[in-house]
């Protein structure tokens, strides 16, 4: 890997600690503003229908101009969220606006990688993105934390020429409109790469309809197919694992917030792990093989209910994390390669975000649909609760969410993995 690809991962590593510092910078507004719970729980939802919403233009958008422009342009828009939320601007709409920032910067990124290098060093570039993104989700989680804590609210008490509506959260709105800054500063070095540019198209139907072309022709290329299918499935599980691993901590091992958020983080690191391993030792012709892994994990996430210890939690949870960065890294490569054959590299990965983010709304909605309709009420004894074996027809809600999240993975799993077999025996599919 040369100066240019690290310029580019260094460029990606700044922009996504900015967006996970402003989504705890916009919790800490909300709470600021006295706004109702489930705000919260919005906040993500807003970022991410953003995705969804804006993947028919967003491949157009990378497409028409050079990865590096594209990229700085969505740290602007990005930037213009942020002061928005600083001019008072509703939360959740600012957020949203640094969603749609998010969601054309996604294809840019991840394009100019597949632009960039030869197809056989894609394994390892998504293993050094996969990991510089799980960092920055871990230390911009931290950092918005630090910004908005109490130490901070004290330091701007005792400064007397800062007045008072300036709280920690604004505080740590300044300093991340200064991380969006430096990252579209780093993208003005990008190299411009000598690729066939494509017109951009201003027709929104137009626009539409070939975003559905793209869509079918990802879908019925048998490589691109099952790709984009263990991605989607991964991410939605991924997604709805946060929220798995959260409950069972609290209810299951009698955590605090605190100590479950830290299990989370363990799963993200041992992600960045399982990234690296994958990009050092997996080729991309060999990405399939890797399938396996999903049903492993699927399976530890089913013995999360033999769990009862926190060194053992926290090494389940750095094992699964290994595990789902090692099989996805090398299926992200194969779908950017595949993508960019059939249809170039930003339209490519815009079908990619419209699949998984679908997938994330999917998968996130039906745990809440579970939690709402098979959870009852946790009084201060919640580790009882959790283990009488007739809380819910028979069985607790953690053994029903946790059971059917891991049996979901690991079918789902195995269902690809015979899908993939019977591909190579009709010769559609490269062993």
Known sequence: ?????????????LS???????FIAAMALLKEQMAPSWHHSMLLECFTLSYVILAPFAGSFADSMHK????????????MGCVAMLAGMDPLLAYGIVGFGAAAYSPAKYGLITEYLPHEKLVEANGWLEGATVGAIIFGTVLGGALTGQAVGDW??????????????????????????????LNIYIPKLNVQLKPLEWRPMALIHEFSDCVKRLWQDPQGQLSLAVTTLFWGAGATMRLVVLNWAVLWLNYSIQQATLLVATVAVGTAVGAVLAGRFIPLKKAFNVLPAGVAMGVLVMSMLLIHTPGAAAGLMFVVGILSGFFVVPLNAMLQHRG????????????????????????????????????????????????????????????????????????????????????????????
Not at 2 to 7: A, N, S
Not at 68 to 79: E, H, P
């Open 1 to 13: 890997m040369d100066r240019g690809f690290f310029l580019i991962l260094s460029a990606q590593f």
């Open 16 to 22: 996504a600690l900015a967006d996970n510092a402003l």
């Open 68 to 79: 590096g422009k594209a990229m700085m342009i969505c740290n602007g828009i990005k930037l």
């Open 156 to 185: 701007l008490d005792a400064m007397e020429f800062i007045p008072e509506w300036f709280s920690p959260a604004p505080f740590a709105i300044c300093i991340i409109l200064l991380l969006y800054l430096c990252a579209a500063w």
């Open 340 to 431: 960019y054959l059939l249809m170039g590299a930003g339209h490519s990965i815009a079908v990619q975000n419209f699949n998984e983010n679908l997938g994330i709304l999917v998968m996130v909605g039906l745990h809440v649909l579970l939690v709402k309709y098979l959870s009852s009420p946790v009084p201060a004894n919640a580790q009882e609760i959790v283990k009488d074996q007739f809380a819910v027809n028979g069985m607790p809600p953690m053994h029903v969410i946790v059971l059917g999240f891991g049996l979901f993975v690991a079918v789902s799993m195995v269902l690809v993995i015979w899908r993939y077999r019977r591909g190579v025996r009709a010769g559609i599919m490269h062993d």
